[in-house]
T-cell receptor, first 115, second 118 residues
C-alpha cells in the first residue's frame, strides 16, 4: 500500500530552537497532507491541513507563526516548530489521503522533546 | 460538527477472552467513512478497517470483527480470543467533509487502552 515516510522519528532540542519534521509520500502524490499532534495518553488532534502550492489551513487555536507548514511539492510536506518550548513536546504525526482503499496513510510519527 | 466518542478509557482482559471496544459517532452528513486504528507503544497508527456509511454489513477479519449499526450511530470492534500482542490503544475515527471543496479530514475518538494480560 501507499507509504508516507516521516523523519525524524525522535528529536530532542533545546528551548528556543526550531525543529523541522518532514513527511514524504512514496510512490504516490499527495496534494493534501494532515498534521496531527498527540499529547501523552490523549487522542490525535488535527493541527493543520497542508495543500500543495497554497497556504495551509490551521485549526482553531493553532498558532500559524509557530507551526510553519510548507507543502512545496506533491510528495513533501514539512512542519517546522519555531522557537520551541517544553510545552511543545509531543508526538507529531502526518497523514495523506491514500489512493488505495484505506482512505488515509500515516507517517510513523515524530516524538519531539524540548528541554 | 462531527464527534466520535469512545467511552471506555481503559480495558483489561485476560488472554483468550473476547473484548468489545465501543465507538459512537455524531455527524450531520449522510456520506461518511468510519475507521479503526491500532496504536502500539511505538506510536505508529496501524490501519484496521474502513467502512462506508452506506455499507452496514458486519465484517470479520480473522479474530477481528466490526458491528456497524447506523440506527444507533455505533461502530463497535470485537477481538475474539485476545492475545497479549493485541495490547495497544485503539482509535475509532470518522471522516466527513468539513466544508464544501475541502479535503475530508479525520476526527478521532479519545482512544481505548486495551491491556491483555497473560
Amino acid at each position: 500500500g501507499a507509504v508516507v515516510s516521516q523523519h525524524p522519528s525522535r528529536v530532542i532540542c533545546k528551548s528556543g530552537t526550531s525543529v523541522k519534521i518532514e513527511c514524504r509520500s512514496l510512490d504516490f502524490q499527495a496534494t493534501t497532507m494532515f498534521w496531527y499532534r498527540q499529547f501523552p495518553k490523549q487522542s490525535l488532534m488535527l493541527m493543520a491541513t497542508s495543500n500543495e502550492g497554497s497556504k495551509a489551513t490551521y485549526e482553531q487555536g493553532v498558532e500559524k507563526d509557530k507551526f510553519l507548514i510548507n507543502h512545496a511539492s506533491l510528495t513533501l510536506s514539512t512542519l517546522t516548530v519555531t522557537s520551541a518550548h517544553p510545552e511543545d513536546s509531543s508526538f507529531y504525526i502526518c497523514s495523506a489521503r491514500d489512493p488505495g482503499n484505506r482512505g488515509y496513510t500515516f507517517g510513523s510519527g515524530t516524538r519531539l522533546t524540548v528541554v | 460538527a462531527q464527534k466520535v466518542t469512545q467511552a471506555q478509557t481503559e480495558i483489561s482482559v485476560v488472554e483468550k477472552e473476547d473484548v468489545t471496544l465501543d465507538c459512537v459517532y455524531e455527524t450531520r452528513d449522510t456520506t461518511y467513512y468510519l475507521f479503526w486504528y491500532k496504536q502500539p507503544p511505538s506510536g505508529e497508527l496501524v490501519f484496521l478497517i474502513r467502512r462506508n456509511s452506506f455499507d452496514e454489513q458486519n465484517e470479520i477479519s480473522g479474530r477481528y470483527s466490526w458491528n456497524f449499526q447506523k440506527s444507533t450511530s455505533s461502530f463497535n470492534f470485537t477481538i475474539t480470543a485476545s492475545q497479549v500482542v493485541d495490547s495497544a490503544v485503539y482509535f475509532c475515527a470518522l471522516s466527513e467533509p468539513r466544508k464544501a471543496g475541502s479535503a475530508r479530514q479525520l476526527t478521532f475518538g479519545s482512544g481505548t487502552q486495551l491491556t491483555v494480560l497473560p
